[in-house]
């Protein structure tokens, strides 16, 4: 259905293996996949099946045992520590379950890390990240601690913290895993506006009702795909 | 630029946070480099004090002057001399001084004093008694008063017919006035040592103290009546007198010691060979053992505080990696938003040279305010050591760098995923 788009990701017989001594996990076993701009997927799979590893590595927090990555024209799968954190600097907004955010810095502070890393100077980042504060609705929460906020404001503010950089592709592992379905609901809501303003969305799920807003889904099993469509 | 500017900021920032997250820790660490820093500014300071007015001292001091004394005049060696050892030294007596006396030929002027610092003698008037000890009791033939520096407040200076007469008369310091003559002038009245009366020609201006003594609880008399009355039997053999000698110039100086120590040698009859069992020293010479004095408790500063800084080092190198390890989540998620290896490296490390430098400052405050305290109380003028502040704040910065080395490190090398899931 989306073969008239433009390819982003391309990944090809990518493995993950883990090598534990006597047992070896193959947490990914030969996986090619291909996504394209303004996808919005959804991948499940039970616990143990290698959605968090496949997020990882498309993420670039991780690099393949096996295969070959490309992000746009550039060879992931080969690049050093330092490629791949400018890569993530950049290209990448991650969405985590447990919402990472630095306990000791406020809304506003969490939400500009990226841009540090991106060498911005301190003006053009307290506009962006206020921008990106308002984009998920929390421009009255800037000076809040983590610790002050909702389950579902601190993921927004991840969302936030996500968006700020102008990513190519937001990643999201179990976004609403450590919400309750209310506030669940609001960041899936969020999701389908940001992908209808053309973002490109990949996001873990263990939810039917979750993955059915999404355009495209992936099952895994075993870390094989099991099921793309 | 703007990253660097952005890690500065950041590192401010987070000591700041740290060091209201773990306060005492953080003391703690901090103050071993403080002791160390401090001790440094402040026994400089000390030093730097000391220095200036031994310099204003020299300058005041005649340099064709010279000492022969039993113990190193300046008694501030570390351990004993090459050779001196376990030797018996005599004592300089009268009967010496007095051969010395009719046999130099190119000494000009020549004094003996003796000294009792403190001295245990009962000294009243009346029914009074001095309730602390004496701090200093002497007897001279000399101009004592001058070479010491003190000003006669009221009164005379003792005289040659005093010493011709070994008269009983004594210059009191003005710590003796306030305990004993409170509501008079003690000039012209009586005071007794040891029971033996004296009368008081002279008070002297009050002095203050000089490294902890008071230099007003002082009392001097003749050489002669010294002698005459605390000498004890046989007395010309007893007492350890200090010679000072005067050579005509600077340019007969070296002649004028070359032959006190001959004849010195031929009275105590020294075999040709062995060393002299005598001190004798120019005021060149004082301030060069001064000199090496100082130079050797710097030395043994900076040994205690290079000990100390050490142990402080391995205190930020503590607190780093503890920092590190409380921190492993946060800098996964670092990693995870696009931190490289030298962003983490560089906070880690901008942040152990903050806080080594932060208790550099206030060790340097410490150090400052202390050694200020003691040069005021020594009566010396208060001095900032720039050149050792500004060394410690050098030490303090190589020292995050050193012991912020390891822990940035292994901070930049952890692996995002793994750190991320740490808890
Ligand atoms: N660092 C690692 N070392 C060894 N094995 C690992 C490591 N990380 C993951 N694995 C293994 O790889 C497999 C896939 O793990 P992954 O986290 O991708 O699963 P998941 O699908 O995300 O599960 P969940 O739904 O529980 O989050 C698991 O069997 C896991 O034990
Ligand atoms: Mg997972």
């Not at chain 1, 616990?47 to 590893?53: L, P």
């Not at chain 2, 952005?6 to 590192?11: F, G």
């Not at chain 2, 002497?138 to 005379?156: A, M, N, T």
């Not at chain 2, 002297?204 to 009546?225: A, H, R, Y």
Request: hydrophobic share 40%; glycine share 8%; net charge negative.
């Amino acid at each position: 259905m989306a073969k008239s788009k433009k390819e982003i990701i391309s990944i090809q017989s990518v493995s993950k293996i883990y090598n534990l001594g006597e047992t070896v996990v193959k947490a990914l076993d030969n996986v090619s996949l291909s996504i394209y701009d303004n996808d919005y997927i959804s991948i499940m799979g039970p616990s143990g099946s290698g959605k968090s590893t496949l997020m990882n590595i498309i993420g670039c927090l991780d690099v393949p045992t096996k295969g070959k990555y490309k992000f746009k024209d550039e060879l992931i799968s080969e690049m050093d520590d330092n490629q791949l954190a400018n890569i993530r600097n950049e290209k990448i907004g991650f969405v985590f379950q447990t919402f990472n955010l630095l306990p000791k810095l406020n809304a506003m502070q969490n939400v500009e890390v990226p841009l540090i890393y991106s060498s911005l100077g301190r003006k053009e980042r307290i506009e962006r990240a206020e921008e990106a504060l308002h984009i998920v609705g929390l421009q009255d929460r800037m000076t809040h601690k983590p610790n002050e906020l909702s389950g579902g404001q601190r993921q927004r503010v991840a969302i936030a913290r996500a968006l700020v950089n102008k990513p190519s592709i937001i990643l999201a592992d179990e976004p609403t895993g450590n919400l309750d379905s209310k506030s669940g609901n609001e960041i899936l809501k969020f999701f389908a506006k940001l992908h209808k303003d053309g973002n490109t969305i990949i996001m873990v799920t263990h939810e039917e009702s979750v993955a059915k807003l999404s355009k495209r889904r992936i099952d895994i099993f075993d870390g094989k795909i099991a099921r793309d469509e | 630029m703007n990253r660097i500017i952005n890690y500065l900021v950041d590192a401010i920032g987070g000591v700041l946070f740290y060091f209201g997250q773990t306060k005492l820790r953080t003391a703690l660490t901090l103050m071993g480099i403080t002791v160390g820093v401090s001790s440094i500014i402040a026994i400089m300071t000390v030093l730097e004090t000391f220095e200036q007015s031994t310099e204003s001292l020299v300058a005041d001091m005649k340099t064709n002057i010279f000492y022969i004394t039993k113990d190193n005049p300046v008694q501030v060696q570390f351990g004993n001399d090459a050779g001196w050892g376990k030797r018996k030294i005599p004592r300089i007596t009268w009967d010496e001084y007095e051969q010395l006396k009719r046999n130099l030929t190119l000494v000009t002027n020549m004094a003996a004093t003796t000294t009792e610092e403190p001295s245990d003698r009962t000294i009243s008037v009346g029914k009074e008694e001095l309730k602390s000890r004496l701090a200093s009791f002497w007897g001279s033939d000399g101009d004592v008063l001058s070479v010491s520096k003190y000003d006669i407040l009221d009164g005379r200076n003792i005289q040659d017919v005093d010493i011709e007469n070994a008269s009983r008369v004594a210059i009191v310091g003005y710590y003796i006035k306030e305990q004993l003559f409170p509501y008079s002038n003690p000039v012209g009245q009586n005071i007794e040592i040891d029971n033996i009366p004296f009368e008081i020609i002279a008070l002297t201006e009050p002095k203050g103290e000089l490294l902890g003594q008071n230099m007003d609880s002082m009392i001097g008399i003749p050489i002669s009546t010294y002698l005459k009355y605390y000498g004890g039997k046989g007395w010309r053999g007893r007492p350890d007198l200090q010679l000072i000698l005067e050579a005509e110039s600077m340019d007969t100086l070296e002649d004028a010691t070359d032959e006190a120590i001959g004849v010195f040698r031929a009275i105590r009859k020294i075999p040709p060979g062995e060393p002299n069992n005598f001190y004798i020293a120019t005021n060149d010479q004082l301030m060069d053992t001064f000199g090496s004095f100082t130079s050797s408790i710097k030395i043994f500063v900076g040994l205690v505080a290079g000990i100390s800084l050490i142990v402080a080092g391995i205190g930020i190198a503590n607190i780093m990696l503890v920092s590190l390890t409380e921190r492993i989540k946060e800098i996964g998620i670092r990693k995870a938003l696009g931190a490289r290896r030298v962003d983490i490296f560089l906070q880690f490390l901008i942040e152990a040279i903050l806080i080594s430098i932060l208790g550099g400052i206030v060790g340097i405050i410490l150090g400052l305010s202390f050694g200020n305290v003691v040069a005021t109380f020594l009566e010396q003028n208060p001095v900032i050591p720039y050149e050792w502040v500004f060394y410690s704040l050098q030490i303090c910065a190589s020292m995050g760098i050193i012991f912020g080395l390891y822990p940035a490190i292994k901070a930049s090398k952890l692996n995002p995923i793994d750190s991320m899931r740490y808890d």
